[in-house]
């Protein structure tokens, strides 16, 4: 409530605006805040936006003990999106869901005249099916990183820089790129970790994740793609591919995390591991082997390697 003029009634979604009685609107988010102001817009479909500016959130400092078991490492998949070995989240198909229709608005709107009515209302058509593709993407983006915010106290990510963004595109169907955004995904889910004092790190996709043996640090030069698992020759660890790579991006995203943060890491359980794909996995993985993994891992591989001290910057409990 501003000077009691605006007012929102989250029950039954209802809001009250400056010189307007109370309208309905469509919106799953709750806050506790008090609103500052109301900004109205009108899009080019005729729809109407409320777009709320809320006092903030009292100040939420970084988390500075972290627990195992509350990091997670995704990489990320336009098929699958992010999936770990608790939850798979999948990409829902929005925009595929209703290719059909888009292709069929936009073969009516080929056909009218540039500038008739029709040609307008065939316009609108198109653009609507668009919108709505757009918001339940949206909702369901939102959702999700809530969900993942809530649950973890450090996330760690692939980073699809735009060179990144094309190599992992090429091939993708276009329905399969246009339903995924990463940089809508990473930026709510940034700003909702920060709201809660929690971390997120982003790692360098072009990092040889795939190469390295996770047990040791020994980089291999033999791992063809077809190849889905390997046996190192330096430690004879056997790896499945992407497990392995799952776990060099953990460790690498744990390295930046201790690097930039006087962190301590609470040992309780097994960070989370997700990768691509149908495989659900983790279980396998103890603390005790991250942590002397990690270890060999940074003594061993020169990128690795954190300049001042060589022993793991983290307490074990
Ligand atoms: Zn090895």
Redesign the pocket.
């Known amino acids: 409530m501003t000077n009691g003029n605006i007012r929102i009634d989250f029950q039954r979604k209802r809001i009250k605006l400056p010189k307007l009685s109370w309208i309905l609107y469509a919106d799953d988010r709750i806050f506790t805040q008090n609103i500052k102001h109301v900004t109205v817009s009108k899009t080019k479909k005729g729809k109407y936006y409320a777009s709320l500016t809320l006092e903030k959130q009292p100040d939420s400092s970084l988390l500075m003990h972290l627990f195992f078991s509350k990091i997670a490492a995704f990489d990320m998949s336009a098929r699958d999106f992010v999936v770990n070995h608790l939850v798979k989240m999948e990409n829902p198909r929005f925009y595929r869901a209703e290719e059909k229709r888009i292709v069929k608005a936009q073969r009516l709107l080929s056909r009218k005249q540039e500038g008739s009515k029709n040609y307008e209302k065939a316009r609108r058509k198109v653009a609507k099916i668009h919108e709505k593709v757009y918001n339940r993407k949206k909702d369901w983006t939102h959702k999700l990183t809530h969900t993942l915010a809530d649950e973890y106290h450090a996330i760690i990510l692939e980073d699809l820089n735009i060179k990144g963004m094309q190599k992992f595109h090429s091939g993708l169907s276009k329905s399969v790129t246009l339903d995924f955004s990463w940089h809508q995904f990473v930026t709510y889910l940034t700003y909702k970790m920060k709201w809660n004092g929690h971390h997120v790190i982003k790692v360098d996709r072009f990092h040889p994740s795939s190469q390295l043996?996770s047990?040791?640090?020994?980089k291999t030069n033999h791992l063809t793609l077809d190849m889905r698992e390997w046996t190192?020759?330096?430690?004879?660890?056997h790896h499945d591919r992407d497990v392995n790579a799952s776990l060099n991006l953990l460790y690498q995203g744990l390295l930046a995390l201790v690097s930039e943060n006087p962190l301590m890491l609470i040992h309780d359980d097994t960070p989370t591991v997700g990768t691509t794909g149908s495989h659900a996995f983790g279980e396998e993985v103890r603390p005790i082997s991250i942590l002397t993994n990690l270890y060999r891992h940074t003594s061993r591989n020169k990128e690795f390697r954190l300049a001042k001290d060589e022993s793991p910057p983290f307490i074990v409990e």
């Open positions: 043996c047990a040791c640090g020994e190192c020759s330096h430690c004879e660890t």
